[in-house]
């Protein structure tokens, strides 16, 4: 998990925590994943940032110095993130501060704004094979090659997982969504479950609250979406016309794939020692990266955390991406005959590139699909998230968190800097300081506000 360190600014899960008193023991983990991919080409990612350039420059020993000069990119720009206060890149006050303070670091970002991870590698890197893994590295943050990734998510990702470290909360990854709203609870607020929203009340063009599928309403002063822009602006709201901004993100990007989850428990001795707990694996083709099914992810997160499995087995989590229309219009029968298929492909090919006797070691199995995550996250089309249609610039087409309809608020990850957990916990930290500053509990200066924003409006509308 990243965001879970205790150092730096970009660790805003332990923040999040820290805001509602809650603290969670979590466990170091030595290597970020490792990679399996085609021409038996395997890289550890490990902790130590030396560790991990050293055994990339043995497989690409040619590219020594590019490999330094593309990373070392990626640290210009994470250092610089990681130097600064994380608000909201809306409020102006704020935006002039940081400047003042940090001149030469937001000069940076803004030089690096509008830039994708591919082009600054090919400014340094010819090897074909290299670029590939740098596509790989890409696509386990944003779902596409690097070359449609913005440089300041891929740095955000490929740089903390150095810096701060992926950091496994004991217990479980579920384990934070119970801290969290423990502390909520804790700190005077109530949360509503089985709550769900139907549409958004609107007044006089003005967002002044919800009303759930079982009728009840509720009004505040605010109101904040966690959910899509596809599905805020075209399922809880009412709009007889998409505003503009929105028809520009639409336009931008699209829905990423969902995914085919596969929860095993198996026999602890199907794992080879020092087995790695995450696992990257494209067999033999690098043009099989982004088609569905065609890369898979691997978590084991009971080489991390041995309480999360009966004694003497282990966890395998495996997805690979998807999309909802492979599913759809399938009878019961033929539905869960389906998902057994594709997932014996899955699990066989893991077998035959990794762990020996995976399916004779199998004690328990459960598949979900796309219509699985659409169920229970409430995503339209079971979706990761959005994904740029062509080559982006950078992030200058991603929105913020105001909208074009006052007082409606959007955060998560088609909201900048979009996809990934550092990317969604600053949307959420912007978000409530721009917030806290139109409710007037942060300083403010409207008219510089309204130019802000005038100004961000533009410069999407050229991305």
Same mark, same amino acid.
């Given at each position: 998990?990243?965001?879970?360190?205790?150092?730096?600014?970009?660790?805003?899960?332990?923040?999040?925590?820290? +805001?509602?008193?809650?603290?969670?023991?979590?466990?170091?983990?030595?290597?970020?994943?490792?990679?399996?991919?085609?021409?038996?080409?395997?890289?550890?990612?490990?902790?130590?940032?030396?560790?991990?350039?050293? @055994?990339?420059?043995?497989?690409?020993?040619?590219?020594?110095?590019?490999?330094?000069?593309?990373?070392? @990119?990626?640290?210009?720009?994470?250092?610089?993130?990681?130097?600064?206060?994380?608000?909201?890149?809306?409020?102006?006050?704020?935006?002039?501060?940081?400047?003042?303070?940090?001149?030469?670091?937001?000069?940076?970002?803004?030089?690096?704004?509008?830039?994708? +991870?591919?082009?600054?590698?090919?400014?340094?890197?010819?090897?074909?094979?290299?670029? %590939?893994?740098?596509?790989?590295?890409?696509?386990?943050?944003?779902?596409?090659?690097?070359?449609? &990734?913005?440089?300041?998510?891929?740095?955000?990702?490929?740089?903390?997982?150095?810096?701060?470290?992926?950091?496994?909360?004991?217990?479980?990854?579920?384990?934070?969504?119970?801290?969290?709203?423990?502390?909520?609870?804790?700190?005077? %607020?109530?949360?509503?479950?089985? +709550?769900?929203?139907?549409? $958004?009340?609107?007044?006089?063009?003005?967002?002044?609250?919800?009303?759930?599928?079982?009728?009840?309403?509720?009004?505040?002063? &605010?109101?904040?979406?966690?959910?899509?822009?596809?599905? &805020?602006?075209?399922?809880?709201?009412?709009?007889?016309?998409?505003?503009?901004?929105?028809?520009?993100?639409?336009?931008?990007?699209?829905?990423?794939?969902?995914?085919?989850?596969?929860?095993?428990?198996?026999?602890?001795?199907?794992?080879?020692?020092?087995?790695?707990?995450?696992?990257?694996?494209?067999?033999?083709?690098?043009?099989?990266?982004?088609?569905?099914?065609?890369?898979?992810?691997?978590?084991?997160?009971?080489?991390?955390?041995?309480?999360?499995?009966?004694?003497?087995?282990?966890?395998?989590?495996?997805?690979?991406?998807?999309?909802?229309?492979?599913?759809?219009?399938?009878?019961?029968?033929?539905?869960?005959?389906?998902?057994?298929?594709?997932?014996?492909?899955?699990?066989?090919?893991? @077998?035959?590139?990794?762990?020996?006797?995976?399916?004779?070691?199998?004690?328990?199995?459960?598949?979900?699909?796309?219509?699985?995550?659409?169920?229970?996250?409430?995503?339209?089309?079971?979706?990761?998230?959005?994904?740029?249609?062509?080559?982006?610039?950078?992030?200058?087409?991603?929105?913020?968190?105001?909208?074009?309809?006052?007082?409606?608020?959007?955060?998560?990850?088609?909201?900048?800097?979009?996809?990934?957990? $550092? +990317?969604?916990?600053?949307?959420?930290?912007?978000?409530?300081?721009?917030?806290?500053?139109?409710?007037?509990? @942060?300083?403010?200066?409207?008219?510089?506000?309204?130019?802000?924003?005038?100004?961000?409006?533009?410069?999407? &509308?050229?991305?």
């Amino acid at each position: 998990m990243f965001g879970f360190s205790d150092k730096g600014n970009l660790n805003l899960i332990t923040r999040a925590l820290d +805001a509602v008193s809650c603290k969670m023991e979590v466990i170091p983990d030595p290597t970020t994943v490792h990679f399996h991919l085609p021409n038996n080409l395997s890289v550890q990612v490990h902790k130590e940032y030396d560790m991990f350039i050293s @055994e990339l420059v043995d497989h690409f020993p040619h590219e020594k110095e590019g490999i330094h000069q593309f990373y070392n @990119e990626c640290w210009k720009v994470f250092n610089s993130l990681n130097s600064l206060e994380l608000k909201s890149l809306e409020e102006p006050i704020y935006l002039f501060g940081q400047f003042l303070k940090k001149p030469i670091e937001c000069l940076t970002l803004a030089y690096y704004f509008p830039q994708n +991870a591919g082009d600054i590698a090919r400014k340094f890197i010819k090897d074909p094979q290299l670029l %590939s893994f740098i596509d790989a590295e890409c696509f386990i943050v944003s779902t596409v090659n690097a070359l449609r &990734t913005p440089m300041i998510n891929a740095s955000m990702v490929l740089c903390d997982r150095h810096f701060g470290g992926i950091n496994y909360p004991v217990g479980g990854i579920g384990g934070i969504a119970k801290s969290l709203a423990n502390g909520l609870v804790d700190k005077g %607020s109530k949360i509503l479950y089985k +709550a769900n929203v139907n549409n $958004i009340v609107i007044e006089d063009g003005i967002a002044v609250g919800v009303r759930l599928t079982d009728g009840r309403e509720f009004f505040g002063k &605010t109101v904040i979406s966690n959910a899509t822009r596809w599905d &805020t602006f075209g399922k809880l709201l009412k709009v007889d016309d998409l505003p503009e901004e929105e028809k520009n993100f639409q336009k931008i990007y699209m829905k990423a794939p969902s995914f085919l989850s596969i929860h095993l428990g198996v026999k602890a001795e199907v794992l080879p020692p020092n087995t790695d707990c995450h696992h990257f694996i494209l067999e033999d083709d690098w043009l099989r990266l982004e088609i569905p099914y065609g890369s898979i992810f691997l978590s084991i997160p009971t080489v991390l955390d041995p309480s999360l499995a009966p004694e003497g087995h282990h966890i395998f989590h495996i997805f690979t991406t998807s999309y909802i229309e492979d599913w759809q219009g399938l009878a019961r029968k033929e539905y869960e005959q389906k998902k057994e298929h594709v997932a014996d492909k899955i699990i066989t090919r893991l @077998e035959n590139k990794l762990f020996p006797g995976l399916k004779e070691s199998i004690v328990l199995k459960e598949v979900g699909t796309p219509k699985t995550h659409r169920r229970f996250l409430a995503r339209g089309s079971g979706t990761y998230g959005p994904i740029p249609r062509n080559i982006p610039k950078g992030l200058l087409g991603m929105p913020f968190n105001t909208t074009a309809i006052k007082a409606l608020y959007c955060v998560g990850d088609s909201c900048f800097p979009g996809q990934g957990v $550092i +990317a969604v916990a600053f949307s959420g930290v912007m978000c409530a300081h721009r917030v806290a500053a139109d409710l007037g509990l @942060e300083k403010r200066a409207p008219l510089l506000d309204a130019a802000l924003l005038r100004l961000l409006r533009f410069l999407r &509308t050229i991305a």
